[in-house]
Protein backbone atom coordinates (compact mmCIF):
# COMPACT_ATOMS: atom_id res chain seq x y z
CA UNK A 1 0.00 0.00 0.00
CA UNK A 2 1.18 3.34 -0.43
CA UNK A 3 0.85 4.97 2.77
CA UNK A 4 -0.11 8.32 3.13
CA UNK A 5 0.06 7.90 7.33
CA UNK A 6 3.50 8.18 6.85
CA UNK A 7 3.73 11.64 6.26
CA UNK A 8 3.88 12.73 10.05
CA UNK A 9 3.08 16.74 11.66
CA UNK A 10 6.36 17.32 11.91
CA UNK A 11 7.52 16.74 8.87
CA UNK A 12 8.03 20.45 6.41
CA UNK A 13 4.62 20.09 4.62
CA UNK A 14 2.62 21.08 7.18
CA UNK A 15 5.08 24.21 7.75
CA UNK A 16 4.17 25.11 4.52
CA UNK A 17 2.01 29.33 4.69
CA UNK A 18 -1.59 28.80 3.01
CA UNK A 19 -0.46 31.53 -0.40
CA UNK A 20 2.06 28.85 -1.08
CA UNK A 21 -0.41 26.27 -1.01
CA UNK A 22 -3.08 28.39 -2.85
CA UNK A 23 -0.58 29.29 -5.52
CA UNK A 24 0.50 25.07 -6.05
CA UNK A 25 -2.82 24.10 -6.48
CA UNK A 26 -3.13 27.33 -8.73
CA UNK A 27 -0.79 26.56 -11.00
CA UNK A 28 -1.56 23.19 -11.30
CA UNK A 29 -5.67 23.01 -11.84
CA UNK A 30 -5.49 26.57 -13.48
CA UNK A 31 -8.16 27.59 -11.11
CA UNK A 32 -8.44 31.08 -8.81
CA UNK A 33 -8.94 29.97 -5.64
CA UNK A 34 -8.54 32.50 -3.20
CA UNK A 35 -9.51 31.13 0.05
CA UNK A 36 -8.74 27.52 1.57
CA UNK A 37 -12.05 27.40 2.55
CA UNK A 38 -12.91 26.92 -0.56
CA UNK A 39 -11.55 23.51 -1.15
CA UNK A 40 -13.68 21.88 1.26
CA UNK A 41 -16.18 21.64 -1.65
CA UNK A 42 -13.79 18.17 -2.23
CA UNK A 43 -13.68 19.02 -6.74
CA UNK A 44 -10.26 20.56 -6.18
CA UNK A 45 -8.59 18.00 -4.28
CA UNK A 46 -10.06 15.22 -6.54
CA UNK A 47 -8.74 16.71 -9.54
CA UNK A 48 -5.53 16.67 -7.77
CA UNK A 49 -5.64 13.15 -6.78
CA UNK A 50 -6.72 12.90 -11.03
CA UNK A 51 -3.12 14.82 -11.69
CA UNK A 52 -0.89 11.95 -9.51
CA UNK A 53 -2.70 9.17 -10.76
CA UNK A 54 -4.39 9.85 -14.48
CA UNK A 55 -7.32 7.71 -14.79
CA UNK A 56 -7.66 6.64 -11.12
CA UNK A 57 -10.35 9.14 -10.56
CA UNK A 58 -13.78 9.50 -13.10
CA UNK A 59 -13.73 13.19 -12.85
CA UNK A 60 -16.89 13.56 -14.76
CA UNK A 61 -18.77 12.53 -11.64
CA UNK A 62 -17.30 15.32 -9.83
CA UNK A 63 -19.41 18.57 -8.92
CA UNK A 64 -17.37 21.55 -9.60
CA UNK A 65 -21.04 23.61 -9.17
CA UNK A 66 -21.32 21.80 -5.46
CA UNK A 67 -23.54 24.99 -3.50
CA UNK A 68 -24.13 22.51 -0.56
CA UNK A 69 -23.01 20.65 2.36
CA UNK A 70 -24.34 17.22 1.21
CA UNK A 71 -23.01 18.27 -2.04
CA UNK A 72 -19.16 18.48 -0.78
CA UNK A 73 -19.69 15.52 0.99
CA UNK A 74 -20.32 13.58 -2.23
CA UNK A 75 -17.38 14.98 -3.73
CA UNK A 76 -15.25 13.96 -0.59
CA UNK A 77 -16.76 10.51 -0.76
CA UNK A 78 -15.81 9.90 -4.47
CA UNK A 79 -11.85 11.01 -3.11
CA UNK A 80 -11.85 8.58 -0.53
CA UNK A 81 -13.28 5.70 -2.72
CA UNK A 82 -10.39 6.49 -5.09
CA UNK A 83 -7.79 6.82 -2.45
CA UNK A 84 -9.03 3.03 -1.59
CA UNK A 85 -8.97 1.56 -4.93
CA UNK A 86 -5.52 3.19 -5.42
CA UNK A 87 -4.42 1.79 -1.92
CA UNK A 88 -3.47 5.23 -0.62
CA UNK A 89 -3.81 4.09 3.10
CA UNK A 90 -4.92 7.60 4.16
CA UNK A 91 -8.21 8.08 6.28
CA UNK A 92 -10.17 11.43 4.98
CA UNK A 93 -11.58 13.31 7.81
CA UNK A 94 -15.00 13.80 5.38
CA UNK A 95 -17.41 15.60 7.84
CA UNK A 96 -15.02 18.04 8.91
CA UNK A 97 -13.66 18.90 5.47
CA UNK A 98 -16.93 19.62 4.44
CA UNK A 99 -17.76 22.06 6.86
CA UNK A 100 -15.39 24.40 4.67
CA UNK A 101 -13.57 25.50 8.21
CA UNK A 102 -10.17 26.73 7.66
CA UNK A 103 -7.76 24.95 9.53
CA UNK A 104 -9.09 21.56 8.57
CA UNK A 105 -8.52 22.08 5.12
CA UNK A 106 -5.25 23.86 5.25
CA UNK A 107 -3.71 20.54 6.85
CA UNK A 108 -5.14 18.68 4.63
CA UNK A 109 -4.14 20.45 1.68
CA UNK A 110 -0.78 20.40 3.76
CA UNK A 111 -0.75 16.66 3.83
CA UNK A 112 -2.29 16.62 -0.04
CA UNK A 113 1.31 18.60 -1.47
CA UNK A 114 3.86 16.43 0.71
CA UNK A 115 1.96 13.66 -1.13
CA UNK A 116 1.45 15.38 -3.92
CA UNK A 117 5.20 15.92 -4.17
CA UNK A 118 6.41 12.53 -3.53
CA UNK A 119 4.10 11.11 -6.33
CA UNK A 120 3.65 13.12 -9.03
CA UNK A 121 6.95 15.30 -8.94
CA UNK A 122 7.25 17.32 -12.18
CA UNK A 123 4.69 14.93 -14.17
CA UNK A 124 2.17 17.74 -13.51
CA UNK A 125 3.77 20.04 -16.50
CA UNK A 126 2.48 17.75 -18.70
CA UNK A 127 -0.66 17.31 -16.88
CA UNK A 128 -3.84 19.08 -18.99
CA UNK A 129 -5.96 20.07 -16.27
CA UNK A 130 -9.27 22.39 -18.66
CA UNK A 131 -9.03 19.37 -20.85
CA UNK A 132 -9.58 16.68 -17.73
CA UNK A 133 -12.20 18.66 -16.27
CA UNK A 134 -14.33 18.75 -19.51
CA UNK A 135 -17.52 21.14 -19.94
CA UNK A 136 -17.58 21.38 -16.27
CA UNK A 137 -17.41 25.19 -15.33
CA UNK A 138 -14.97 25.17 -12.45
CA UNK A 139 -16.76 28.29 -10.42
CA UNK A 140 -15.01 28.39 -6.95
CA UNK A 141 -16.08 31.02 -5.54
CA UNK A 142 -18.62 30.45 -2.90
CA UNK A 143 -16.29 29.47 0.56
CA UNK A 144 -18.76 28.01 2.74
CA UNK A 145 -21.65 25.64 1.92
CA UNK A 146 -25.42 26.70 1.58
CA UNK A 147 -27.17 26.71 4.95
CA UNK A 148 -23.94 26.85 7.20
CA UNK A 149 -22.55 30.18 8.91
CA UNK A 150 -21.70 32.30 5.83
CA UNK A 151 -22.29 35.67 6.11
CA UNK A 152 -25.18 35.98 3.91
CA UNK A 153 -26.96 33.04 5.35
CA UNK A 154 -26.34 34.51 8.97
CA UNK A 155 -28.01 37.39 8.32
CA UNK A 156 -30.71 35.66 7.10
CA UNK A 157 -30.93 33.62 9.79
CA UNK A 158 -31.18 36.75 12.38
CA UNK A 159 -33.51 38.51 10.31
CA UNK A 160 -35.80 34.93 10.76
CA UNK A 161 -35.42 35.30 14.34
CA UNK A 162 -35.89 39.24 14.04
CA UNK A 163 -39.54 37.66 13.05
CA UNK A 164 -39.90 35.24 15.54
CA UNK A 165 -39.39 37.35 18.39
CA UNK A 166 -41.65 39.70 17.11
CA UNK A 167 -44.63 37.54 16.14
CA UNK A 168 -43.94 36.09 19.66
CA UNK A 169 -44.22 39.33 21.30
CA UNK A 170 -47.57 40.45 19.12
CA UNK A 171 -48.93 37.34 20.23
CA UNK A 172 -48.85 37.79 23.35
CA UNK A 173 -50.40 41.32 23.53
CA UNK A 174 -53.32 39.98 21.71
CA UNK A 175 -53.92 37.18 23.58
CA UNK A 176 -53.77 39.20 26.90
CA UNK A 177 -55.79 41.76 25.16
CA UNK A 178 -58.36 39.62 23.75
CA UNK A 179 -58.19 37.50 27.14
CA UNK A 180 -58.85 41.35 29.03
CA UNK A 181 -61.52 42.06 26.77
CA UNK A 182 -63.62 38.60 27.15
CA UNK A 183 -63.10 39.15 30.68
CA UNK A 184 -64.53 42.58 31.16
CA UNK A 185 -67.66 41.44 28.92
CA UNK A 186 -68.24 38.61 31.05
CA UNK A 187 -68.35 40.58 34.21
CA UNK A 188 -70.93 43.04 32.68
CA UNK A 189 -72.67 40.29 31.36
CA UNK A 190 -72.70 38.69 34.79
CA UNK A 191 -74.47 41.82 36.54
CA UNK A 192 -78.01 41.92 34.71
CA UNK A 193 -79.85 43.25 37.79
CA UNK A 194 -77.65 46.67 37.32
CA UNK A 195 -80.32 49.52 36.48
CA UNK A 196 -78.81 51.44 33.69
CA UNK A 197 -77.26 54.32 35.62
CA UNK A 198 -74.85 51.73 37.41
CA UNK A 199 -74.29 49.42 33.97
CA UNK A 200 -73.35 53.00 31.92
CA UNK A 201 -70.77 53.63 35.19
CA UNK A 202 -69.48 50.12 35.26
CA UNK A 203 -68.78 50.33 31.31
CA UNK A 204 -67.31 53.29 31.03
CA UNK A 205 -64.86 52.05 34.23
CA UNK A 206 -64.05 48.76 32.45
CA UNK A 207 -63.41 50.21 28.88
CA UNK A 208 -61.00 52.86 30.63
CA UNK A 209 -58.83 49.94 32.70
CA UNK A 210 -59.41 48.24 29.46
CA UNK A 211 -58.06 50.96 27.33
CA UNK A 212 -55.32 51.95 29.93
CA UNK A 213 -54.03 48.41 29.61
CA UNK A 214 -53.82 48.23 25.77
CA UNK A 215 -51.82 51.23 25.94
CA UNK A 216 -49.66 49.89 28.53
CA UNK A 217 -49.05 46.69 26.31
CA UNK A 218 -48.80 48.89 23.42
CA UNK A 219 -45.71 50.71 25.12
CA UNK A 220 -44.74 47.02 26.25
CA UNK A 221 -44.37 46.03 22.24
CA UNK A 222 -42.63 48.91 21.29
CA UNK A 223 -39.92 48.18 23.74
CA UNK A 224 -39.59 44.71 22.36
CA UNK A 225 -39.44 46.41 19.36
CA UNK A 226 -36.13 48.09 20.30
CA UNK A 227 -34.98 45.54 21.82
CA UNK A 228 -35.19 43.30 18.13
CA UNK A 229 -33.72 46.21 16.58
CA UNK A 230 -30.57 46.64 18.56
CA UNK A 231 -27.26 45.44 17.08
CA UNK A 232 -24.62 43.48 18.45
CA UNK A 233 -27.03 41.08 20.83
CA UNK A 234 -27.18 37.15 19.82
CA UNK A 235 -30.69 36.03 19.36
CA UNK A 236 -30.61 34.19 22.74
CA UNK A 237 -29.99 37.70 24.80
CA UNK A 238 -32.31 39.04 23.25
CA UNK A 239 -35.07 36.81 24.42
CA UNK A 240 -33.84 36.84 27.87
CA UNK A 241 -34.41 40.95 28.13
CA UNK A 242 -37.68 40.03 26.46
CA UNK A 243 -38.94 37.82 29.12
CA UNK A 244 -37.34 39.99 31.53
CA UNK A 245 -39.48 42.89 30.20
CA UNK A 246 -42.46 40.89 29.98
CA UNK A 247 -42.25 39.52 34.01
CA UNK A 248 -41.60 43.11 35.26
CA UNK A 249 -44.82 44.87 33.53
CA UNK A 250 -46.97 41.89 34.11
CA UNK A 251 -45.65 42.37 37.78
CA UNK A 252 -46.47 46.14 37.63
CA UNK A 253 -49.90 45.48 36.86
CA UNK A 254 -50.76 43.25 39.48
CA UNK A 255 -51.23 46.15 42.32
CA UNK A 256 -54.53 47.58 39.97
CA UNK A 257 -55.86 44.57 39.12
CA UNK A 258 -57.15 40.84 39.93
CA UNK A 259 -54.23 39.58 40.94
CA UNK A 260 -55.68 35.78 40.41
CA UNK A 261 -56.07 36.74 36.70
CA UNK A 262 -52.85 38.38 36.10
CA UNK A 263 -51.39 35.56 38.13
CA UNK A 264 -52.95 32.74 35.22
CA UNK A 265 -51.76 35.28 32.37
CA UNK A 266 -48.08 35.35 33.78
CA UNK A 267 -48.19 31.37 34.04
CA UNK A 268 -49.83 31.55 30.35
CA UNK A 269 -47.09 33.64 29.10
CA UNK A 270 -44.29 31.96 30.93
CA UNK A 271 -44.96 28.45 31.56
CA UNK A 272 -44.91 28.63 35.31
Known amino acids: KMSGESIGMMEGAFFVSRNEILNWINEVLRLNISKIEQLGNGAAYCQLFDCIFPGKMNMS ?3 WKAKHEYEYLANLKILQQAFTKSSVNKVIEIEKLAKAKYQDNLEFAQWFKRFFD ?4 SRWTEYDAVARRGSADADQGDSKPKGTSSGQNSKKTK ?3 HSNLTSLGMSHATKKVKT ?4 TKSSLQGKGSWNKENKSSEGKGSSGKLEEEVQALQKQISDIKEILEENG ?3 DLKVVRISQLLRANVTGLKSGSDSKK ?4 ENLLFGN
Open 233 to 235: ESS
Open 118 to 121: LNCG
Open 159 to 161: AAD
Open 61 to 63: KVN
Open 180 to 183: NSEG
Open 262 to 265: LNND
